[in-house]
């Protein structure tokens, strides 16, 4: 939004100097309040207040004086943060006919815009502001904003590295150029774009994975990875911070990197051994290697000779755990058999726990978090859920959370009835969602990353997730407690017996599970049994075009009666990666899933999995008494696809997506229960 501060007042001639000075100056403790109200340095309960009282005296304001622009449009912004865009678009329509020049109110009314989704519109004013003032880097940021949310990544990412470029660093851009570039690689190398990427690694408080894709295919370029005559120089490698930045934060997509990843730690490993030390120089990348490898779950290809070294190097830590020893004494070997595997399954883990992270060297404690501390959360919080003992926790077979997560976007509260309306149109939205508090039901939530967003992005509802992973409801639980969400509730339970409760749901949300469901039709009919009557349902279901891939995989696991250990999962990888210059496995080598050990145990072990057109799609819902109502998050691109007479029926989608591919992954819809005749 723009700044709040504006020098305009409008007095009516007759009030008195006095009352004219009362008025201007809660015009000016309005306008302070507002900062207040959107200052993440104050508490949320403070910033509440702020907005309360910001509000009371604009209204006051405007009371006396009906036509000054600065208070009508401080009123919109303090509507438009209430969630009450009707009221915020009246105020600035009507402070822009009082003053139709005034840019910081044109601004705000084409944020309101993008709030309704209304991007064409909301583009054209931000470049009527740039007419009258070309260096506005808010109406230029404004614009970045409008291509990101039709899904035009690359006209987002020029803009915001301009910005950037130009010494811009609020957390608002850095979060909109990170949205951006998820989504983007490059196919040569950019000088200029490495430092960008440093820049953006240097910055606190983001996500920094979604740098993966961008900088792993900026490393593929440097060092010519596709190329299997090229020659890797490791003291080059050793003092490239690029390289080093990246595999610290993120997770490298591609077979080229991970074999890149895979031979820098043999050459570590190698010299340590021959050395019986870690120089200085390797310890860097060492460490990141190790907090890599915990992030993968430890399932990076491992020779022979490797795994004998590795154990040779447990015995001895655990020789040394057994008497007399400091941090210092172990600290190099614990680096090395981190990147191999956790040092929280080790024996001696207990051990290493009878320090806290901070007695631990500096340079390592971002290791031991990521391998020791973090699984020890992680499992105690399993242990007070569920009792069980810490086997389940460390022994060889993968049970962690599918997807970790530290954060979610720091967003202004929105309400659900807005957001609705904006995704369906209003006639497909009951009403009732405008006034009251709604309860949503997630099915298959996974690490709770979705739910945590729900219940912290909008301001009106309760949200209630299940899943029937203990390690998903331990983790989402652990995250739930660590951000403070008390609007959020996790329950453990099995997909195809509901819970018991008395309660309706207003929204009930199918994630990705229910694509691993024994009978969808039969999931689908037993929950709809906790929908209100008038409620939405939200699916995601898996298109026919991601399917069978990894079919012949899962049946050798059948096979054999494999279990998803973590050797298992590794050996499996190696015999992939084996043939990778074949083209046989290339959709499986695109697919991020294949990077992580938890990824390989959902690609590789899951016994059901289904797999949709949109005519099977039409089928399910026939069946199950549902009918469609729109698509979730649809792009414009797919938008101006569609046929205007037809909105509502799958069959015509169905023809256009066979015809012209609209959607790829999945097909994420709502629906309602249908009206029985």
């Not at 740098?211 to 020659?231: P, T, V």
Request: hydrophobic letters at 40%.
């Amino acid at each position: 939004m723009a700044s709040s501060t504006s020098p305009q007042f409008t007095a009516t001639v007759s009030r008195s100097t006095e009352d004219q000075a009362t008025i201007a100056r809660h015009l000016i403790a309005a306008n302070e309040l507002y900062k207040i109200s959107n200052s993440t340095e104050y508490s949320l309960a403070e910033r509440k207040q702020a907005l309360a009282e910001s509000g009371n005296l604009t209204r006051e304001v405007l009371r006396h004086s009906p036509h000054d622009a600065s208070a009508l449009n401080l009123m919109a912004r303090i509507d438009l943060d209430n969630s009450d865009r009707l009221s915020a678009e009246t105020l600035l329509l009507r402070a822009l006919e009082i003053d139709p020049e005034n840019n910081n109110t044109r601004m705000n009314y084409a944020y309101l815009l993008i709030a309704q989704r209304k991007y064409g519109a909301a583009e054209r004013e931000f470049l009527t502001i740039l007419e009258h003032d070309k260096s506005s880097s808010q109406a230029f940021s404004g614009i970045a904003l409008t291509k990101l949310r039709r899904k035009d990544y690359v006209g987002a990412f020029h803009h915001y590295r301009r910005l950037i470029e130009l010494g811009h660093q609020s957390h608002s851009l850095k979060v909109y150029f990170l949205e951006a570039i998820e989504f983007l690689t490059t196919d040569h190398y950019d000088a200029s774009l490495e430092a960008l990427l440093l820049n953006a690694f240097a910055w606190e408080n983001v996500d920094h994975t979604k740098l993966s894709s961008m900088a792993g295919s900026l490393l593929i370029e440097k060092y010519d990875l596709r190329n299997e005559q090229a020659i890797l120089d490791l003291d080059a490698l050793l003092v490239d911070e690029f390289l080093l930045r990246t595999v610290e934060s993120c997770l490298l997509k591609t077979v080229e990197l991970e074999a890149l990843l895979v031979e820098l730690r043999r050459s570590i490993l190698t010299e340590v051994t021959m050395t019986q030390s870690l120089r200085d120089e390797l310890q860097p990348f060492a460490i990141a290697l190790g907090a890599y490898s915990a992030r993968v779950d430890h399932v990076l290809m491992i020779s022979e000779s490797e795994e004998n070294e590795v154990a040779y190097l447990k015995q001895q830590i655990h020789q040394s755990c057994r008497g007399q020893w400091t941090q210092d004494d172990i600290a190099g070997a614990l680096i090395i058999l981190s990147m191999y595997e956790s040092l929280y399954s080790q024996s001696f883990s207990y051990s290493l726990l009878k320090y806290e992270k901070h007695e631990w060297p500096l340079g390592m404690q971002a290791l031991v978090e990521a391998s020791l501390y973090d699984l020890c959360n992680e499992h105690q919080m399993y242990f007070d859920l569920f009792g069980d003992s810490r086997v389940s926790m460390t022994n060889n077979e993968i049970d962690r959370a599918t997807e970790r997560w530290t954060s979610f976007p720091a967003l202004a509260q929105s309400d659900i009835y807005t957001a609705l309306c904006n995704e369906l149109g209003e006639a497909n939205v009951p009403a009732r969602f405008e006034t009251q508090k709604i309860k949503i039901l997630l099915v298959g939530c996974g690490s709770g990353q979705r739910a945590a967003y729900l219940s912290q992005y909008f301001s009106n509802v309760e949200v209630y997730a299940i899943d029937d992973s203990r390690a998903n409801i331990a983790y989402a639980h652990m995250k739930a407690r660590q951000h403070g969400l008390t609007n959020l509730h996790f329950l453990y339970t099995d997909y195809e017996s509901p819970i018991i409760t008395d309660d309706r749901f207003d929204i009930i949300e199918f994630g990705e599970a229910i694509n691993h469901v024994r009978d969808p039709d039969c999931v689908l009919r037993e929950w709809k049994m906790l929908l209100e009557s008038d409620g939405l349902i939200r699916l995601s279901l898996n298109s026919k075009r991601t399917q069978e891939v990894t079919g012949v995989i899962r049946q050798l696991v059948r096979d054999r009666g494999l279990s998803p250990t973590t050797d298992n999962i590794r050996h499996l990888r190696n015999a992939i990666a084996q043939e990778a210059g074949s083209g046989l496995w290339d959709a499986l080598f695109a697919d991020e899933q294949f990077y992580t050990g938890t990824g390989c145990k959902d690609l590789f072990f899951n016994t059901h999995n289904h797999y949709f057109d949109l005519k099977d799609v039409h089928r399910l819902l026939n069946e199950t008494k549902f009918s469609f109502v729109g698509f979730a998050d649809l792009s414009d691109r797919i938008k101006s696809e569609c046929n205007p007479l037809a909105p509502y029926n799958l069959l015509a989608w169905h023809v256009m997506d066979q015809d012209k591919a609209l959607f790829s992954d999945a097909y994420q819809m709502y629906c309602t229960p249908s009206v029985n005749p």
